[in-house]
T-cell receptor
Framework: AQSVAQPEDQVNVAEGNPLTVKCTYS??????LFWYVQYPNRGLQFLLKYITGDNLVKGSYGFEAEFNKSQTSFHLKKPSALVSDSALYFC??????????FGGGTRLMVKP | NAGVTQTPKFQVLKTGQSMTLQCAQD?????MYWYRQDPGMGLRLIYYSASEGTTDKGEVPNGYNVSRLNKREFSLRLESAAPSQTSVYFCASSANGVSPLHFGNGTRLTVT
């Protein structure tokens, strides 16, 4: 069975500082990895995905993620955090099948 | 372009009552999904439809039924609601297996 772990319930960072939201996964076969963001009372919005190719993936709003096969990780990063980045972030994984499995989510708090 | 539209936005049911959550997408996507979101548990897949005319169970299908009415619409039915089904329900769609999911804004259901 596939699974995703987001080990931090909450990440606090000061505005302008770099941020990292951690994600590790377990899946058989080649992984397809995704990051989504959720703002209050809204559905999830797609940020970026890794299917194949370069290990560093760039996405929306200045976010990027690094795929590390040996560590089975796909951490979300941003060089300089904004207050408006405060939200709930979800990592997700799937293989060639149709079921996408989500992690439990990490709340990012960016303080001015 | 509305994307994924869910109705209703809020619903309160008494134990044993039934209801249907409606979902429609206007992006001509093949695949549609129903998730539930509970605090600290991320999103869990209830049912999905890989293409028009097919439906499959996800991680937590018990107590639910679905209908893929046509390519646009995918409904979720609770035949006899239970307090354990209190949750926020999200419908999503995707073009194919590796495409990002597009989410609706959710239905907040309370069962008393």
């Amino acid at each position: 069975a596939q699974s995703v772990a987001q080990p931090e319930d909450q990440v606090n960072v000061a505005e302008g500082n770099p941020l990292t939201v951690k994600c590790t996964y377990s899946v058989s076969g080649n992984p397809y990895l995704f990051w989504y963001v959720q703002y209050p009372n809204r559905g999830l919005q797609f940020l970026l995905k890794y299917i194949t190719g370069d290990n560093l993936v760039k996405g929306s709003y200045g976010f990027e993620a690094e795929f590390n096969k040996s560590q089975t990780s796909f951490h979300l990063k941003k060089p300089s955090a904004l207050v408006s980045d405060s939200a709930l972030y979800f990592c997700a994984v799937k293989n060639a099948g149709n079921m996408l499995t989500f992690g439990g989510g990490t709340r990012l708090m960016v303080k001015p | 372009n509305a994307g994924v539209t869910q109705t209703p936005k809020f619903q309160v049911l008494k134990t044993g009552q039934s209801m249907t959550l409606q979902c429609a997408q206007d992006m001509n996507h093949n695949s549609m999904y129903w998730y539930r979101q509970d605090p600290g548990m991320g999103l869990r897949l209830i049912y999905y439809s890989a293409s028009e005319g097919t439906t499959d169970k996800g991680e937590v299908p018990n107590g639910y039924n679905v209908s893929r009415l046509n390519k646009r619409e995918f409904s979720l039915r609770l035949e006899s609601a239970a307090p354990s089904q209190t949750s926020v329900y999200f419908c999503a769609s995707s073009a194919n297996g590796v495409s990002p999911l597009h989410f609706g804004n959710g239905t907040r259901l309370t069962v008393t």
